[in-house]
Nanobody, 120 residues
């Protein structure tokens, strides 16, 4: 089992920035795609950004040009830099990691979620 620990959420004013982190630990042979999702009030969970082991990224249209996903292989950590935040970015943000464990199984895990609130 892989454990994901998220940090970096909070309250920020519109136009502000936050940086989320998600560190993976446990029985990991190899981390594959790492990503961020969010679920706003009364909304379904949606993909925000993803990054492959080779560094290829993709983003939801609503965050392109404002959010940047990155990863540190040595630390098994994925980051989400969020700039020019808008009230509609308010949500619980979850990281999700696809990995191969030490038994050769391809699995995925979700983080516990971190609240991001954009409000004046």
């Amino acid at each position: 089992q892989v454990q994901l620990v998220e940090s970096g959420g909070g309250l920020v004013q519109p136009g502000g920035s936050l940086r989320l982190s998600c560190a993976a630990s446990g029985r990991i042979f190899r981390l594959n795609v790492m990503g961020w999702y969010r679920q706003g009030p009364g909304k379904e969970r949606e993909m925000v950004a993803g990054i492959t082991t080779g560094g290829k990224t993709n983003y939801a249209d609503s965050v392109k040009g404002r959010f940047t996903i990155s990863r540190d292989g040595a630390k098994n950590t994925v980051y989400l830099q969020m700039n020019s935040l808008k009230p509609e970015d308010t949500a619980v943000y979850y990281c999700r990691v696809f990995y191969r464990n030490d038994r050769g199984g391809d699995l995925n895990s979700w983080g516990q979620g971190t609240q991001v609130t954009v409000s004046s």
